[in-house]
């Protein structure tokens, strides 16, 4: 079954204090893997893909295959990074039998203080 | 170009009734979707529709009904309102190619 955990339900930092925002997945395949956020009564947003391996508002995540991890990064994080972030995994597209269905994890609140 | 559109953004409904949320996206996406937020519990899929006249259930599917006569249209239908139904509702979409899902701005719903 596809699962996606984000083991912190709140992270707190200082302006300026790298961040990590830790995900673990459970998939048999090969996944894509996503971060959404979610700024104060904004609606979700497409924050990176793990296959475009590319850096917005200076986050990062490796798709680490061995440890199932998909950890978003940011070396120094600014008070307007405070939001939620969610975490997700899409399955087997329709032409190998899936659905494109994405399954999130349950969210990071992160603050970051001045 | 309005992405996903969401109507209403509030509703109070009474135990027992019933009401339509409304989703429309302009952009010819195939794949459109219905997830409830509940705090702490993240984003759980309610139904979701790879294209027009195709619906299928997601996670939790009880007590609501969706319709896709159309690739832009994508209505959830609540028949009768109960407590559990209370909820922030989100539509999404995504193209046939793009995995990356646009979503509406959410409708939340009370029931009491």
């Known amino acids: 079954a596809q699962r996606v955990t984000q083991p912190e339900k709140l992270l707190s930092v200082f302006k300026g204090a790298p961040v990590e925002l830790k995900c673990n997945y459970s998939?048999?395949?090969?996944?894509?893997l996503f971060w959404y956020v979610q700024y104060s009564r904004q609606r979700l947003q497409l924050l990176l893909r793990?296959?475009s391996r590319e850096s917005i508002k200076g986050f990062t995540a490796d798709l680490n295959k061995g440890e199932t991890s998909f950890h978003l990064k940011k070396p120094f994080a600014q008070e307007e990074d405070s939001a939620m972030y969610y975490c997700a995994l899409s399955g087997p597209t329709i032409t190998q039998g899936g659905s494109e269905k994405l399954v999130f994890g349950k969210g990071t609140k992160l603050t970051v203080n001045p | 170009n309005a992405g996903v559109t969401q109507t209403p953004k509030f509703r109070i409904l009474k135990i027992g009734q019933s009401m339509t949320l409304q989703c429309a996206q302009d952009?010819?996406?195939?794949?459109m979707y219905w997830y409830r937020q509940d705090p702490g519990m993240g984003l759980k899929l309610i139904y979701y529709s790879v294209g027009a006249g195709i619906t299928d259930k997601g996670e939790v599917p009880n007590g609501y009904n969706v319709s896709r006569s159309t690739t832009e249209d994508f209505p959830l239908r609540l028949e009768l309102a109960a407590p559990s139904q209370t909820s922030v509702y989100f539509c999404?979409?995504?193209?046939?190619?793009?995995?990356?899902?646009?979503f509406g701005s959410g409708t939340r719903l009370t029931v009491v």
């Open positions: 999404a979409s995504a193209g046939q190619a793009d995995y990356g899902y646009t």
């Open positions: 952009m010819n996406h195939n794949y």
């Open positions: 793990h296959i």
């Open positions: 998939y048999s395949g090969s996944p894509e």
